[in-house]
């Protein structure tokens, strides 16, 4: 299946953070239109959505190996049943690292950040800036030698 297509725990906030479904945010991806925020937090929302799903894989996994109505209790190996208890826990701290990943990362957008179609926020100058005023003349005695000689300001 498509990261896409698969749900996340992050959804709804995504598409409130951005106003779109994810449909539109993933066909503006795909087109090459969308912002770079955007592509950021749908990357990051298709690894959690891989991480999600072998999670819940794995959750099923032991679901049905512990299932008593199955016939037997821990129908699983041992080891097999270790493999996928370590495997569900492995997800799912990978799973709260991505979904606390999209939720700093929607945090820290603002209102510019978030795709909108306006024009450009800074217009070119019309003019440009006025050149800078000639210094003024300054008097001889300050240019001169004698000004400077014994007024106690020595170079070392």
């Known amino acids: 299946m498509n990261t896409a297509e698969m749900p996340t725990t992050q959804d709804a906030r995504i598409e409130a953070a951005f106003g779109q479904p994810l449909a539109v945010l993933y066909a503006r991806a795909q087109a090459g239109t969308a912002q ?8 990051l929302r298709s690894f959690l959505a891989v991480v999600e799903g072998h999670a819940s894989a794995a959750r ?7 299932d008593p109505r199955r016939g037997g209790l821990y129908d699983m190996p041992l080891q097999d049943l270790r493999f996928q208890t370590d495997l569900l826990e492995a997800a799912l701290g990978t799973g709260r690292r991505y979904g606390r990943a999209v939720a700093e990362l929607l945090a820290g957008l603002t209102r510019d950040t978030v795709p909108v179609d306006r024009p450009a926020l800074y217009a070119k100058a019309a003019e440009p800036p006025a050149p800078a005023a000639e210094p003024a003349a300054v008097p001889e005695t300050i240019r001169g030698e004698a000004v400077g000689a014994g007024t106690g300001r020595h170079r070392r």
């Open 36 to 43: 770079h925020p955007v592509d950021q937090v749908l990357e």
């Open 60 to 66: 099923e996994r032991l679901h049905q190996a512990t």
